[in-house]
């Protein structure tokens, strides 16, 4: 389905734990974290936490030893390779980092599924110290968004990418956290949300659903996000299929067969 963008947020959307929480937990040290947390922003914690691992002498396999054992639930795995198969243009938008989601995604063997990624740069530096930086330069130029931390507005991203697609595309939106709120609220009528159900967006969303001008479809876990992911893709490639139909018989006679799009999502549906 090339009508199709499939936006995931990656921390407890693709993978069941929050990438961050899971390095600094499994190494030791969550106590520095939790007395740090209430004095800098996010983004600039996980700088300075990288900072703390390597003058405590962790190196970057061992970030890496740790990242390749995050949870991951089977079936969220499916559901992007027959996403990806199925032609959709997948996508990330995270307020992780390009270290953490490559080492996973490559660690998953799904990196070639995704046309894009947008997150915080993170990289190696010369001292073999993990550096992460925001997504926005907010001291050159802010945002600007009341909803979003300074370092990343997703919803100005999601923006971004409409925009840098030509066509009109159907977008469907996946994510749990309050800063995915921000571009379920720029979603268009055509398009698609999917809150993971008890999550903070989820309550967001539920809070004063009309403000959503897509569909609003919840899930709790791997299984579930498959099963309605794959329906609203079939649902879109059924309408699609109608409409191509439609458009076709106003040239076809009614003695002639079906035209070839219509097996083809008959297929589609037998095969989900
Ligand atoms: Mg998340
Ligand atoms: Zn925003």
New binding site residues.
Partial sequence: MAGIVVVF?????IIDC?SDNWVVDELGFNDLFNKLHPTMPWNTLMNRMMMELHSHGKTIEDIVQVLQRVPVHPRTLQAIKIAHAFGCDLRIV??ANTFFIDTILKHLEIRECFSGINTNPGYVNEEGRLMILPYHDFNKCPHGCALCPQNMCKGLIIDGIRESIREEKRFIYL???V??YCPSLRLKERDFVMPRKDYPVWGLIMKDPLRIKGEIHEWSDGEEMERILMKIINTISLKESAQLISVDCKSVSAQEPLPQVFSSSMITIQYL
């Fill in positions: 947020d990656f921390d407890k959307t929050d995270s307020d994510g749990d956290g800063g995915d």
